[in-house]
């Protein structure tokens, strides 16, 4: 059974600072994994969909790698601002083309 | 991109109601749609998968007849909690695949419709 860990679960940073979230999974056999971004109450927004035979993808202030032997990816935040705070999600999906989400990363950007 | 339109956003029912809610694919054509779960501060877990013409699919330990899915047409899912309780308060979320995505394809969540049942 498929198991998406996020770590840490949650982070407060100052302003400007680069940071990189973490996100592994158990089971290598995947089609692909989503970044998601969630603010409180709200629905999700896609961030990134990297293909299981992609290893990055760039969108601004955003890079997400994916090491699939190693069951690993990092969603990496350039020069963080207040209005990144929020909830990120990280998700795969596996053999039975079902996403599978993992418990997510709380970042709060300090002005 | 792609938008998923849920209705409502917010509810609020009594103990023992039923409450329908609806997930529409507005610019595609969406043959599997699925149904998330939300607790506070926890992470979206899977209902079930609605299936365009046929019977849904449900997770293990979800009551399918408590959690009528109804998938009549490609742009339409609905969710129907039956006789709602307490306990059944929950954001519950859903999510479209594109047809001409394939079945890997991009998955587009709707806002999501957060359930209060008094």
């Known amino acids: 059974k498929q198991e998406v860990t996020q770590i840490p679960a949650a982070l407060s940073v100052p302003e400007g600072e680069n940071l990189v979230l973490n996100c592994s999974f158990t089971?290598?056999?995947?089609?692909?994994l989503q970044w998601f971004r969630q603010d409180p109450g709200k629905g999700l927004t896609s961030l990134l969909l990297?293909?299981?035979?992609?290893r990055e993808q760039t969108s601004g202030r955003l890079n997400a790698s994916l090491d699939k032997s190693s069951g690993r990816s990092t969603l990496y935040i350039a020069a963080s601002q207040p209005g990144d705070s929020a909830t990120y999600l990280c998700?795969?999906?596996?053999?039975?083309?079902?996403?599978?989400f993992g418990s997510g990363t709380r970042l709060l950007v300090r002005p | 991109g792609a938008v998923v339109s849920q209705h409502p956003s917010r509810v609020i029912c009594k103990s023992g109601t039923s409450v329908k809610i609806e997930c529409r694919s507005l610019?595609?054509?969406?043959?599997?749609m699925f149904w998330y779960r939300q607790f506070p501060k926890q992470s979206l877990m899977l209902m079930a998968t609605?299936?365009?013409?046929?019977?849904?699919?449900?997770e293990q330990g979800v009551e399918k007849d408590k959690f009528l899915i109804n998938h009549a047409s490609l742009t339409l899912s609905t969710l129907t909690v039956t006789s709602a309780h307490p306990e059944d308060s929950s954001f519950y979320i859903c999510?479209?695949?594109?047809?001409?995505?394939?079945?890997?394809?991009?998955?587009?969540f709707g806002e999501g419709s957060r359930l209060t049942v008094l």
């Open positions: 089971d290598s056999a995947i089609y692909n």
């Open positions: 999510s479209a695949r594109d047809i001409a995505g394939g079945p890997s394809g991009e998955l587009f």
């Open positions: 998700a795969v999906m596996d053999s039975s083309y079902k996403l599978i």
């Open positions: 609605s299936n365009e013409g046929s019977k849904a699919t449900y």
């Open positions: 990297i293909q299981s035979s992609q």
């Open positions: 610019d595609f054509q969406a043959t599997t």
